[in-house]
């Protein structure tokens, strides 16, 4: 690359190690394994129901592979589930919006504090001047975000009003606030224009390299993923068929057979 | 808006200051008659904070129970078994332990909405109100083995004071409910309420958040119960002044459920709004029938047409306005106020024309 990276792509954060998924007899994932690096932008690629999403879901412990680890920062976790990766450092977004639809994006945003959020309920219900203090620096977090994303002028706004666009950006922002070192962000331009897709774009990127914040995404258009990533991984039915820089994928035969089909 | 004091801005502050004047000058002062004490606004408090409790598992957590009499009744019977066993515990100590008690129950009941989820779970918690019932009536312990079924409550004695005018338990009444609706308002505008509406709204996201969905549930289920059992307690000592455990019955629970319902989900002002409308609307309609009508209509049927009423209004708020008379009154307001400003009147901001 062509300009200095302020937080250097170091050693695997997070790999995956032979995962299998099957819903009854169906085959989501096959024996599949990759790594991501510290600090990188990381796309997961690949066509319709390659298994992209449970990928994510396995990794964030949302789906329970049948075999297969996930070691993140060196090693492996045991029972994954959501919340325990949540407090490892793994934050995420979701493929079909899972905002809290009736909160305002400020409150959508403040969740996403929850594990810098100390103060048990009755300490709440007191207003104890901890809980304060607690709150203030969250909100202070909260908004830096807001501006941030330049989203300011609709913070009050419950989520459920927001166009789709938008919504993808208090997505993001919720996962921001977590202060995770990884993020994974599961197709977080679908949907969205050229416009709103560069502006989406800017922040991941921005994201990565002024906070150092490794991103895992999945993504449809090509265009996007070989721009913004570092690295690229491409599943096609529950398996790897590529994994390298965007050039050697541009370049791989099973990738371009798997994309524009083949004469069998 | 900013916070001024806790998490109250300056509107919340003026509507508590008007609340208070209401409550603790005017109402005292030009209400004489006892009927309306005895029966209108000492139920109407204790039902209000039984909805809070009610609207902190429901309309904020989003976990459908049913079953706010039955921790009603372990809070009025631990109350009384307190009272009677541990005298040294006074009326203040032992209402907040039949709370703790009811919480206990809250925690037991509530651990099935992990695993289940709507209507199930509203199935589940039936059991809440169908055991703790059952245990009262079982175990003659807990009624101090008195066979008439129905005990009186002891007279409510806070240092050494009696309190059993009329107003003086309108005045216990009141100090509790306003007590715990400022926390339960504490909480719902601060991180424990943001968890209770992200697990409500989203709950795998809530949990991709480090929101744990057990503590969260149960937390919201334990903190209803205590609300519950504390207005339980109150609803015996001040209100029914006996205890029975047929004065808890399901009935008592939907109509909790009603309240909650119909004052909006998800606000606590609403739990006030929505149990001032179930206790009022009956006395409405009697009196319609005995002064428009003359007694003309049977009183069974005005009670007949009250649960009609009921069941359309259910209807109709969950169809047009889920978030129930609550939501109504803002609206209102909203509209008084851009009227007022549209037609000209200095110093009343409209919030549509702010920008």
């Known amino acids: 690359m062509a300009y200095e990276r302020k937080f250097k792509i170091g050693k695997p954060i997070l790999e995956v190690n032979n995962i299998s998924l099957a819903f009854g007899g169906v085959k989501a994932i096959t024996d599949t394994s990759f790594n991501v690096l510290e600090h990188e932008v990381r796309a997961i690629i690949g066509p319709n129901g390659a298994g992209k999403s449970s990928m994510l879901n396995c990794i964030n412990g949302i789906y329970k592979p049948q075999q297969g680890t996930v070691s993140f920062k060196g090693q492996v976790v045991p029972n994954i589930t959501p919340n325990i990766m949540a407090q490892m450092g793994l934050s995420r977004t979701f493929q079909n919006l899972a905002l809290f639809k009736r909160m305002s994006v400020l409150d959508n945003i403040l969740v996403g504090r929850k594990l810098h959020t100390k103060t048990n309920f009755l300490e709440v219900a007191l207003q104890l001047p901890k809980v304060k203090k607690e709150e203030k620096l969250n909100r202070e977090r909260s908004e830096e975000i807001i501006s941030f994303l330049e989203i300011e002028d609709i913070k009050d706004t419950p989520v459920g009003k927001l166009p789709y666009g938008l919504q993808k950006k208090v997505e993001l922002g919720r996962a921001l606030a977590t202060d995770s070192s990884i993020i994974l962000l599961d197709e977080p331009m679908a949907g969205m224009n050229v416009e709103e897709k560069r502006d989406m774009c800017r922040f991941i990127l921005k994201v990565n390299d002024e906070l150092g914040t490794t991103m895992v995404l999945i993504e449809h258009d090509m265009g996007v993923v070989m721009d913004i990533s570092d690295r690229v991984v491409v599943l096609d039915y529950g398996k790897v068929i590529g994994d390298g820089t965007p050039d050697e994928i541009m370049a791989n035969q099973k990738v371009i057979d798997a994309y524009l089909g083949v004469e069998h | 808006m900013k916070p001024i004091f806790m998490t109250y801005t300056k509107k919340d502050l003026i509507n508590l200051a008007v609340c208070m004047v209401l409550s603790v000058l005017i109402i005292p002062t030009f209400i004489k008659t006892e009927y309306w004490y005895t029966s209108i606004l000492i139920p109407w408090l204790c039902l209000a904070l039984a909805t809070i409790g009610q609207q902190i598992v429901m309309g904020y957590t989003g976990q459908l129970a049913l079953g706010a009499a039955g921790f009603m009744a372990a809070g009025a019977f631990a109350m009384f078994n307190l009272i009677l066993r541990v005298p040294d515990l006074g009326f203040v100590g032992s209402l907040i332990v039949s709370g703790l008690i009811a919480a206990a129950f809250g925690i037991l009941f509530g651990l099935p909405s992990l695993k289940v989820r709507g209507i199930y779970l509203m199935v589940a918690t039936l059991a809440s109100q169908f055991f703790i019932i059952w245990m009262i009536d079982k175990f003659g312990w807990f009624k101090n083995y008195d066979s008439s079924g129905i005990i009186t409550a002891q007279d ?200």
């Open chain 2, 156 to 355: 409510i004695v806070i240092l050494g004071k009696p309190f059993t005018t009329p107003l003086a338990m309108y005045f216990v009444c009141l100090a509790v409910t306003t007590i715990l609706t400022l926390l339960a308002m504490n909480m719902a505008r601060g991180s424990t309420g943001r968890n209770w509406m992200a697990v409500r709204d989203m709950d795998i996201a809530a949990e991709s958040m480090g929101v744990s969905l057990l503590r969260t549930k149960v937390q919201a289920f334990a903190i209803s119960a205590f609300y519950c059992g504390v207005a339980g307690a109150l609803f015996a000592f001040c209100y029914l002044k006996s205890l029975e455990p047929v004065a808890f019955d399901i009935k008592l629970s939907f109509k909790i459920l009603f309240m909650c319902i119909l004052g909006g989900l998800g606000t606590i002002n609403g739990a006030f709004i929505g149990a001032a409308f179930i206790l009022l609307f009956p006395v409405l309609l009697n009196a319609i029938g005995n002064n428009v009508f003359h007694g003309a209509i049977d009183a069974t049927i005005i009670s007949s047409i009250e649960q009609v009423i009921f069941g359309l209004l259910m209807i109709i708020f969950m169809i047009y306005e889920p978030l129930g008379m609550a939501k109504l009154w803002e609206n209102l307001k909203q509209s008084m106020r851009s009227k007022l400003s549209l037609s000209g009147i200095k110093g009343v901001k409209s919030p549509v024309l702010k920008k």
